[in-house]
């Protein structure tokens, strides 16, 4: 079974840089996107962008100009990094999975809260 | 982008009645090369990520129980509950995958009447 787990600092000061790991277990990070997505509080869900396997990635618009995506096939882990961090910023973040013909993002790690404050 | 809106914010149903509750996107994420809906559906509890139900609007994901089923095309897509159980207790959210960004809708909630 496929897991997936954020880690990071929960408290990051405003206009730092938001830096989180997902660590992915029971399977290969190759064949797949992988992605980041946030929840503020009492919100919905915002999809942030993704990575494929081989490095390409896709950002959201909204947040393209602070975002980087990486990813290290030997550590089974890929990457966030959001500049310029804003109270906005606060949220629980996820990272999932998305398989290469689409249609789902099928497993998903328990999420990580990130407060942006100072 | 293209805008999901989810109808009813919240609804309350009887356990072991039919909930039923729907997506709209604002432009058709049918595609017509393969005939398929790029639309899932997500439940979320508290404190617990979303968790996968529906996927290609009708497609039931492994282990989720029967009395969930997706329908709809193009723009327009519903969520039914057949017979509604506490474990059901959660927020709803349907996501398109047809282009990106990928985009939710807000989420129905549904609480026991």
Known sequence: QVRLQESGPGLVKPSDTLSLTCTVSGGSINSYYWSWIRQPPGKGLEWIGYIYY????????SLKSRVTMSVDKSKNQFSLKLNSATAADTAVYYCARYPPLGSRFDFWGQGIQVTVSA | DIVMTQSPDSLAVSLGERATFNCKSSQSVLYDSNNKNYLAWYQQKPRQPPRLLIYWA???????????????????????ISSLQPEDVAVYYCQQYYTTPWTFGQGTRVEIK
């Open chain 1, 54 to 61: 081989s490095g390409s990635t896709d950002y959201n618009p």
């Open chain 2, 58 to 80: 009708s497609t039931r994901e492994s282990g989720v129980p029967d009395r969930f089923s997706g329908s709809g095309s193009g723009t327009d897509f519903t969520l039914t």
